[in-house]
């Protein structure tokens, strides 16, 4: 194939939405990784406070209504 003849601009554009939907992929699969999402949730109480503020408050709201 003759790269000489196919513009610039198109080269460019076919190569950023190649790369584009790569680096997307790679998002969307590193998105949800069950290992770490379990890790998170294990040991958030923990190193979270205002999730543990917020937990205490709908406690508190889910007995005195």
Known sequence: ??????PFALKLGLSSLISG????SLYTDNLYDESLYSMAVKYRSEY?????QNQHKEKLNTVFG
């Not at 939907?21 to 997307?24: G, H, K, R, S």
């Not at 979270?48 to 543990?52: E, G, I, L, N, Q």
């Open 1 to 6: 194939m003759n790269m000489r003849r196919i």
């Open 21 to 24: 939907a790569m680096c997307y």
């Open 48 to 52: 979270d406070d205002t999730f543990v």
